[in-house]
């Protein structure tokens, strides 16, 4: 089976950037979208993220064969029980969010006898809202599906179909081992931004502004990540705080491993552990999941 028609409800970032990738990759599928915020269904119209942004959910929803919801994972069931009523009987339904579990069951709910095929596209920005998208944002990034057990096959290789065509490489597994890798790969590097940005800024007192006058790449990059989407991320953590408790616990305890190195100044430990960080930074590069080039492969050093 293949999808011949898509609706997208939340035309931040995520939802943009996949309209605009079916524009660009799957041209003979009808897209429509919906969003909450008026202001931003009239400027994801003007940027064309959808071929029609209709004024309500149920209006989005009504002939597509596939449901996107680009929402924040709290808002998730909410969102479904809106829509569930105008729902096509064999449509597939999937997300974008960062945590699968809580989705899932979320969806399962609210959408009972529905063909839910939850999914997590592993690409982003720290950008959002209407003006966000772009059509290459998942190219050789991967998606994540994580099907229930007793998924339709056919469906969860359209929606694998669907994925690779917008040109991420896709990886299928359970929701909960999905939780715990990215409470290791991006829910921890998150909180630990949100945490060091917040100490830098109850310093600047203290620094008389030197912390943002003198940031280094260090913290700018910190910064950067920092920047992300507040409400999306307060779902994420509430969402999946399991595993990022769990993760949190282990990342605590190699600090004071760290800490108690150097007050004793054990150097070899240092060095040892830093050089096998840096092996990690060159499996990623070798990996193709970032630019091997000088400052992150920006184009001027303000960035």
Request: hydrophobic share 45%.
């Amino acid at each position: 089976m293949s999808f011949r028609s898509v609706a997208i409800i939340g035309l931040g970032l995520l939802g943009g950037s996949t309209g605009l990738a079916v524009r660009q990759y799957l041209p003979g599928c009808a897209t429509t979208g919906w969003d909450a915020n008026p202001a931003t269904r009239a400027r994801a119209a003007e940027r064309g993220l959808v071929a029609r942004v209709c004024d309500t959910a149920v209006e989005a929803v009504a002939d597509a064969d596939l449901v996107i919801l680009c929402v924040p994972v709290g808002a998730m069931g909410d969102v479904a029980r809106l829509i569930a009523p105008a729902l096509k009987a064999d449509a597939v339904i999937s997300d974008v969010g960062s945590s699968k579990q809580t989705v899932a069951e979320a969806l399962a709910e609210a959408l009972p006898g529905m063909a839910v095929v939850p999914a997590h596209p592993v690409a982003g920005t720290e950008r959002s809202g209407p003006d966000a998208g772009f059509a290459a944002l998942f190219q050789k990034r991967w998606c994540i599906i994580t099907p229930p057990a007793d998924a339709d096959p056919a469906k969860v290789e359209a929606l694998r179909q669907f994925w690779e065509t917008l040109g991420a490489k896709v990886e299928v597994m359970t929701p909960q081992h999905h939780d715990m890798v990215l409470a290791v790969t991006s829910h921890l590097p998150h909180l630990i931004a949100y945490t060091i940005v917040g100490t830098a800024d109850d310093l600047e007192d203290v620094t008389q502004s030197e912390v943002i006058k003198y940031s280094a790449g260090g913290f700018r990059d910190f910064t950067r990540i920092a920047a992300s989407d507040p409400t999306m991320w307060r779902d994420v953590f509430l969402s999946n705080k399991e595993a990022v408790l769990s993760m949190l616990q282990r990342f605590t305890e190699d600090l004071t491993a760290l800490q108690r190195a150097i007050r004793v100044g054990d150097g070899q430990q240092l060095f040892d552990h830093f050089t096998r960080t840096r092996d990690i930074r060159r499996s990623i590069i070798e990996e193709g999941q970032d630019d091997a080039r000088p400052d992150f492969g920006r184009s001027d050093h303000s960035a």
